[in-house]
């Protein structure tokens, strides 16, 4: 070989070798890049998810707070609903009613539903507004009720009243309907009918402590007929001091 041709060979060869060097060191080059590339998007990916798993935490934890204060707020509505429109516990803390019952006695006081005579009521106390009382319920609108001869009637008939502490009715003197609207808080023309006759008015009750001799009752000025607003129910259970349900 001669020298022109060794220097052509020499030059292509060092092209060839320069060429594949390159296209090795761009290679390497794009795997770096590559690679730089994959580390760099997976770190943001890593961070991505960190943010959105956290983001995801704190949600779930939110719902479930306001899941929790919708139950209590809701349980608490529930609760007023029914203590306020549907039943309520009662207790006991005066003499007035015994022997049916004593201090201490826990009740169960229903709000619905109709008054019955004879029945344990309780009603706020015409004297103090936020106070109650509980009686038995004696007389109801339409009744005629006289004490006479150590027995109250009711609309003509004596009443037997074995509920009575002891047996002994309070009132030192015989009343009638006409002398109990006189002190009762109503128009005492309300207390007659169309025809003249004296009746307890609609919308009023008569009420009495099964202790009459300790008892602040509608035969007393200070109590009078009950109008019915002032009402909050009857009693039907006990369910402390004697178990079941109230006679």
């Known amino acids: 070989m001669d020298k022109k041709e060794k220097d052509l060979f020499q030059e292509h060869d060092t092209k060839e070798r320069a060429e594949v060097l390159l296209e090795d060191e761009t290679v390497h080059n794009e795997v770096l890049m590559n690679a730089e590339e994959s580390f760099t998007g997976e770190g943001l990916d890593v961070n991505k998810k ?24 809701l349980a608490y509505v529930i609760a007023t609903l029914i203590s306020n429109y549907i039943f309520s516990l009662v207790t006991v803390e005066m003499s007035s009613m015994e022997p049916t019952l004593h201090e201490g006695d826990k009740l169960i006081l229903w709000r619905l539903g109709d ?40 609309n003509g008939e004596p009443l037997q009243e074995d509920y009575i502490k002891d047996g002994i009715y309070r009132p030192e003197k015989e009343y009638t309907l006409e002398d109990i609207c006189k002190i009762s808080e109503i128009d005492f023309s309300a207390c007659f009918t169309s025809d003249g006759e004296i009746r307890i008015p609609e919308g009023y009750y008569f009420v ?39 006679n």
């Open 50 to 73: 960190g943010e959105k798993e956290s983001r995801i935490k704190k949600e779930r934890m939110i719902r479930e707070v306001l899941s929790y204060a919708f139950i209590i707020v």
């Open 115 to 154: 008054l019955d005579r004879f029945g344990v009521v309780v009603f706020e106390d015409p004297r103090q507004p936020g106070k109650y009382l509980i009686k038995r319920l004696i007389g109801v609108p339409g009744d005629y009720l006289e004490y006479k001869n150590d027995k109250l009637h009711i």
């Open 208 to 246: 009495l402590g099964d202790n009459r001799q300790n008892s602040v009752d509608s035969d007393d000025e200070q109590i009078g007929l009950v109008p019915e607003e002032l009402f909050q129910g009857k009693i039907i259970f006990r369910i402390k001091g004697g178990f079941g349900r109230l």
